[in-house]
């Protein structure tokens, strides 16, 4: 199953250049995904692209942190450890989404390609 995700232009950007290799997210999915759509939020406001989901880590945010973690600042999801932490306060577990054959459409499509008028707020899924 497929997922619409809103990410921020900066995140979505290093997505498609390959240098983020994991999305995080807060919640647990209810089923299992196999894609993820990307919705860049403004002032983008439109679908760039998507990727494949190769796996999910589900762990203790300090534990996650230590498995995506490249240097003292530096992560495989393109933050650092203040923007994990504030990201993730207070949660009894954080997600990782491992990013797969990310592509980039030659052209940014609008959600109501996706049947959507508006962005979501965390996720949507998406049936083909």
Request: proline share 7%; charged share 25%; aromatic share 14%.
């Amino acid at each position: 199953m497929k997922v619409i995700l809103p990410i921020k232009p900066q995140y979505a950007e290093k997505i498609f250049s390959g240098e983020k290799t994991y999305e995080l997210r807060k919640h647990l999915f209810k089923y299992p995904i196999t894609h993820v759509i990307v919705y860049a939020t403004a002032p983008i406001s439109k679908v760039i692209g998507e990727f494949e989901v190769s796996h999910i880590i589900a762990a203790h945010p300090i534990e996650l942190w230590n498995m995506i973690r490249l240097s003292e600042d530096k992560s495989l999801a393109c933050v650092t450890i203040r923007e994990f932490i504030n990201y993730f306060d207070l949660m009894k577990y954080a997600l990782a989404l491992a990013i797969k054959n990310p592509t980039l459409f030659d052209k940014p499509r609008p959600l109501s390609d996706y049947g959507l008028t508006h962005a979501p707020q965390s996720f949507v899924y998406y049936d083909e």
